[in-house]
C-alpha cells in the first residue's frame, strides 16, 4: 500500500488588488483553520505574503494606518502561535505590495505591473529571498529554535521564466519549490504562468526549470491536481448549493481586480468543460470533492512506490466551509495510507530514501 503524505496549505494574504480586512479574511478563518487541524491532529503549512506584511508595518509605523488595530501584530502573533502548536509557516510573494499607495480605511492602490514575481530584476529578486527569508526566521525561531525559511511558493503561481528565482533560492539555501500544479496554466499576461509540461510525477527535482525534472539541489512538490469534467463539477455544485456553504468567511469583501472578468456565458462553457483542477479545501469545497481527489491520487500512484506527498492548497480569505474541511480531516485520518506532514517532515523522510 502506498503512504500518502497529506501537506495542507494556506496562502495567507488579503486580496490581491488590496482589498479585504486582515481580521475578517485573515485572522478569524485561520484561527477556525487553525482549530479545525488540531482537532483532528493535521499540520498546516502557512504561506505568508511577507510583501504584504512588510507594507502594513510600514503604513502603521508612519502613523497613517487607521482602522484601530495593528493587522501586523496579528498576524505576526497568528505566526507564532501556530509555530507554537507544531505548524508551519513558509515564504510567498505578492510584489505588487513593494510599491503601494495607502488610501485610508484599509484602502491600497497596489503597483499590479508587479503582480508577477519574474517582473523584478535579477538583483530584487534576490534582495527579496534575503528579506523574506529573515524575516520569518526572525520572527519564528525564538518560538522554535530549529525553524527555518526554507519553502517556497509564488502569489499566483506566476514563478516562470523561473531562472533568476531558482538561483536565488539555491543562494539562500531554500530547499523545497512548491507553486507548480501539474496540467494548470492561464494564458492572461499578467497572470501568466503554464505547467502543462511538468513531469506526471508525485515530486522531481529542478535546475532552471521548475517543468523539467533535472539534477538540482531543489525539490519541487508540485500541488496536486486531477481532470474534473463537467458532469462531476456539476454535481460538486449542487452540493455546495443545497448545503449553502458561503465562499468567504463572515464580514470578509474583496476581490483582486488584476483578474480578466468572465461573462456568464464563459463561466458556464468553464462549468462544463473538462479541465485541471486543484486539491481545495477553501472555495466552499464540500468533504466529497475532497474525498474525490484522494480517490484520484490512489488511481494515479497505484503502481508507485515509496511515500507519495500530496499538497492540498486553500486560502483564508475564502475558507468558510468549516464543516466539510472538518469531516474531510477526520475522515482522512482514518485512512490507513494517509498521514498529516509539513514539507521539511516530508523532506527528512524523501531523504531517507533517496
Given at each position: 500500500m502506498n503512504k500518502f503524505n497529506l501537506i495542507i496549505t494556506a496562502d495567507y494574504e488579503v486580496f490581491g488588488n488590496g482589498s479585504g480586512d486582515v481580521m475578517t479574511c485573515m485572522i478569524n478563518p485561520t484561527r477556525n483553520l487553525l482549530e479545525i487541524c488540531n482537532s483532528t491532529s493535521a499540520k498546516l503549512t502557512i504561506f505568508m505574503d511577507v510583501c504584504e506584511l512588510w507594507a502594513f508595518e510600514e503604513v502603521e509605523k508612519n502613523g497613517q494606518w487607521d482602522l484601530g488595530y495593528s493587522p501586523s501584530n496579528q498576524i505576526k502573533t497568528?505566526?507564532?502561535?501556530?509555530?507554537?502548536?507544531?505548524?508551519?509557516?513558509?515564504?510567498?510573494?505578492?510584489?505588487?505590495?513593494?510599491?503601494?499607495?495607502?488610501?485610508?480605511?484599509?484602502?491600497?492602490?497596489?503597483?499590479?505591473?508587479?503582480?508577477?514575481?519574474?517582473?523584478?530584476?535579477?538583483?530584487?529578486?534576490?534582495?527579496?529571498?534575503?528579506?523574506?527569508?529573515?524575516?520569518?526566521e526572525e520572527l519564528l525561531q525564538p518560538i522554535k529554535d530549529d525553524y527555518v525559511c526554507n519553502v517556497f511558493r509564488a502569489g499566483g503561481w506566476c514563478i516562470q521564466p523561473e531562472e533568476h528565482i531558482l538561483e536565488a533560492m539555491r543562494k539562500h539555501g531554500f530547499k523545497i519549490e512548491s507553486s507548480v500544479a501539474q496540467g494548470a496554466a492561464n494564458e492572461q499576461e499578467d497572470r501568466f504562468f503554464d505547467f502543462t509540461s511538468a513531469p506526471d510525477l508525485p515530486y522531481w527535482n529542478v535546475d532552471s526549470k521548475v517543468t523539467v525534472a533535472a539534477e538540482g539541489s531543489i525539490l519541487e512538490v508540485p500541488i496536486f491536481t486531477a481532470e474534473m469534467d463537467g458532469v462531476k463539477r456539476s454535481s460538486f455544485l449542487a452540493k455546495r448549493l443545497k448545503r449553502n456553504i458561503a465562499f468567504k468567511p463572515a464580514g470578509c469583501s474583496g476581490f483582486a481586480e488584476s483578474a480578466k472578468r468572465k461573462s456568464k456565458l464563459a463561466k458556464v462553457a468553464d462549468l462544463l468543460k473538462t479541465q485541471k483542477n486543484m486539491f481545495n479545501f477553501s472555495d466552499a469545497t464540500t468533504t466529497e470533492e475532497m474525498q474525490w481527489f484522494i480517490e484520484k491520487a490512489r488511481e494515479k500512484y497505484q503502481t508507485h512506490e515509496g511515500s507519495i506527498p500530496l499538497v492540498m492548497i486553500g486560502h483564508p480569505k475564502t475558507f468558510a466551509n468549516e464543516k466539510e474541511l472538518k469531516e474531510f480531516l477526520f475522515w482522512a485520518n482514518q485512512q490507513k495510507d494517509i498521514s498529516f506532514t509539513d514539507y521539511n517532515s516530508y523532506l527528512n523522510e524523501y531523504q531517507s530514501f533517496s
Amino acid at each position: 500500500m502506498n503512504k500518502f503524505n497529506l501537506i495542507i496549505t494556506a496562502d495567507y494574504e488579503v486580496f490581491g488588488n488590496g482589498s479585504g480586512d486582515v481580521m475578517t479574511c485573515m485572522i478569524n478563518p485561520t484561527r477556525n483553520l487553525l482549530e479545525i487541524c488540531n482537532s483532528t491532529s493535521a499540520k498546516l503549512t502557512i504561506f505568508m505574503d511577507v510583501c504584504e506584511l512588510w507594507a502594513f508595518e510600514e503604513v502603521e509605523k508612519n502613523g497613517q494606518w487607521d482602522l484601530g488595530y495593528s493587522p501586523s501584530n496579528q498576524i505576526k502573533t497568528q505566526l507564532k502561535e501556530a509555530i507554537k502548536n507544531g505548524h508551519d509557516v513558509q515564504l510567498h510573494f505578492h510584489p505588487q505590495w513593494l510599491d503601494y499607495e495607502y488610501q485610508g480605511k484599509g484602502n491600497w492602490k497596489l503597483n499590479h505591473d508587479k503582480w508577477r514575481l519574474p517582473s523584478l530584476s535579477e538583483k530584487e529578486i534576490d534582495l527579496l529571498f534575503t528579506k523574506g527569508k529573515t524575516t520569518l526566521e526572525e520572527l519564528l525561531q525564538p518560538i522554535k529554535d530549529d525553524y527555518v525559511c526554507n519553502v517556497f511558493r509564488a502569489g499566483g503561481w506566476c514563478i516562470q521564466p523561473e531562472e533568476h528565482i531558482l538561483e536565488a533560492m539555491r543562494k539562500h539555501g531554500f530547499k523545497i519549490e512548491s507553486s507548480v500544479a501539474q496540467g494548470a496554466a492561464n494564458e492572461q499576461e499578467d497572470r501568466f504562468f503554464d505547467f502543462t509540461s511538468a513531469p506526471d510525477l508525485p515530486y522531481w527535482n529542478v535546475d532552471s526549470k521548475v517543468t523539467v525534472a533535472a539534477e538540482g539541489s531543489i525539490l519541487e512538490v508540485p500541488i496536486f491536481t486531477a481532470e474534473m469534467d463537467g458532469v462531476k463539477r456539476s454535481s460538486f455544485l449542487a452540493k455546495r448549493l443545497k448545503r449553502n456553504i458561503a465562499f468567504k468567511p463572515a464580514g470578509c469583501s474583496g476581490f483582486a481586480e488584476s483578474a480578466k472578468r468572465k461573462s456568464k456565458l464563459a463561466k458556464v462553457a468553464d462549468l462544463l468543460k473538462t479541465q485541471k483542477n486543484m486539491f481545495n479545501f477553501s472555495d466552499a469545497t464540500t468533504t466529497e470533492e475532497m474525498q474525490w481527489f484522494i480517490e484520484k491520487a490512489r488511481e494515479k500512484y497505484q503502481t508507485h512506490e515509496g511515500s507519495i506527498p500530496l499538497v492540498m492548497i486553500g486560502h483564508p480569505k475564502t475558507f468558510a466551509n468549516e464543516k466539510e474541511l472538518k469531516e474531510f480531516l477526520f475522515w482522512a485520518n482514518q485512512q490507513k495510507d494517509i498521514s498529516f506532514t509539513d514539507y521539511n517532515s516530508y523532506l527528512n523522510e524523501y531523504q531517507s530514501f533517496s
